[in-house]
């Protein structure tokens, strides 16, 4: 019995531990807001929803399913991002369109 114990508590803080590891860095969000300025930083699977981050510099950054519902995008660079799985429901895209719900890894725009 105390061995499954043991097993169960070394299983529960390695699930505890690695879920921490494939999350975004908290630091990287403050920055990001602070200066605007988080180029090859790491927000995967970020929060992001209806922030203003107009103009910021996002070159190279680990953005994978991180959520930009309704974010304010314009003129951001994401030049190199990783944008896997990126939600961007109704964020105003770095060209200042609008992107369609059901917005995964790229803007969809509105058909005319």
Do not use: H
Not at 30 to 35: A, G, H, M, V, Y
């Amino acid at each position: 019995m105390k061995r499954w114990l043991s097993i169960f508590w070394v299983g529960t803080i390695v699930a505890i531990v690695g879920w921490n590891l494939f999350a975004y860095d908290q630091a990287s969000i403050d920055r990001l807001l602070r200066t605007r300025q988080c180029p090859r930083c790491d927000l995967y699977r970020a929060n992001l929803n209806r922030l203003d981050l107009s103009g910021a510099n996002l070159r190279e950054a680990k953005l994978a399913y991180a959520t930009f519902r309704e974010a304010t995008l314009y003129g951001a660079d994401l030049t190199g991002a990783d944008l896997r799985g990126t939600v961007f429901d109704g964020a105003v895209w770095i060209d200042g369109t609008i992107c369609q719900f059901g917005s995964s890894g790229i803007c969809r725009q509105k058909e005319n």
